[in-house]
């Protein structure tokens, strides 16, 4: 897999991912919860390996091409 998520890409996922999936966990209401958790789930590992399956998809690319 070739990186395809910039630095600030990265670290904007990685805090929307830490901060809808700790807001969702305080939901009480499993259905809510747990659609919530796994669109935080999937920020996450976006953020970790740097690769984004939609941007593949499309083509786009916020990875730096000088900094691999």
Known sequence: MKCN??????????????????????????????????VAAVLLFTAAFAWCPMYYATGWSTHSKTTQ
């Open 5 to 38: 998520v910039g630095t600030v890409d990265r670290v904007t996922r990685a805090l929307v991912g830490i901060i809808v999936g700790s807001g969702g966990l305080m939901l009480e209401a499993p259905i809510f919860r747990w659609p919530i958790v796994s």
